[in-house]
C-alpha cells in the first residue's frame, strides 16, 4: 500500500509512529524508496491518546 501511495505521489514523506516492536515489522516491509521517504520514525505506543492529547505529542512532525 505504501509502495502504491509513493508511485502514485500520494506523499513526499512519510512519519512512522508505532511502539518498538511493531515499528521494526514495519520497516522490515519497507521497501529501499519508501524508506527514502520516512523523515521521521517515533517509537511511542499512543493508541490510548485522545486526538488532541496525539496531536500534542505529534505537533512537531506532522504538517498538515
Avoid at 16 to 21: H, W
Avoid at 53 to 60: A, M, P, T, W
Amino acid at each position: 500500500v505504501l509502495e502504491a501511495g509513493r508511485l502514485g505521489n500520494a506523499f513526499s514523506r512519510l512519519v512512522l509512529v508505532s511502539s518498538a516492536p511493531f515499528i521494526g515489522r514495519v520497516r522490515q516491509h519497507l521497501g529501499e524508496q519508501v524508506k527514502g521517504k520516512v523523515s521521521d520514525s517515533i517509537e511511542k505506543d499512543y493508541t490510548k491518546l485522545s486526538l488532541k492529547d496525539l496531536s500534542g505529542h505529534l505537533g512537531g512532525v506532522l504538517r498538515l
